[in-house]
């Protein structure tokens, strides 16, 4: 239903700082809900974070509530994640997705119609 493009991965070593973007193109108006995911090699696809396009209802997986930081812009059609205090094992490739209903918490990943290529975030120790 949406086309979704991430950008802002890259290398950085552990306590440094990315900021990730994701724009969302499409059925703007029926865009709702967008969020983070993030997949390492060898385990599972898991929610990082998830925000209301309006930018409200902020949700966050344990593991990096108070590092990092979910917004939208006043278009609602782009969010970030400004990550903080990186570690290494927040190494993965970061996956956007998209849909019309936000879930309980971050959700899964049955839980949102479109994502984007995933892009590569490398924390060194």
């Known amino acids: 239903r949406w086309t979704v493009v991430e950008s802002g991965g890259g290398s950085v070593q552990a306590g440094g700082s990315l900021r990730l973007s994701c724009r969302g193109t499409?059925?703007?108006?029926?865009?709702?809900?967008m969020a983070w995911f993030r997949q390492a090699p060898g385990k599972e696809r898991e929610g990082v974070a998830r925000v209301y396009t309006d930018g409200l209802g902020p949700e966050y997986v344990d593991s990096v509530r108070g590092r990092f930081t979910i917004s939208a812009d006043e278009a609602q059609t782009t969010v970030y994640l400004q990550m903080n205090r990186l570690k290494p094992e927040d190494t993965a490739i970061y996956y956007c997705?998209?849909?019309?209903?936000?879930?309980?918490?971050?959700?899964?990943?049955?839980?949102?119609?479109?994502w984007g290529q995933g892009t590569q975030v490398t924390v060194s120790s």
């Open positions: 997705a998209a849909d019309s209903v936000c879930p309980v918490g971050v959700g899964f990943p049955r839980d949102y119609d479109s």
């Open positions: 499409g059925d703007t108006y029926l865009l709702i809900c």
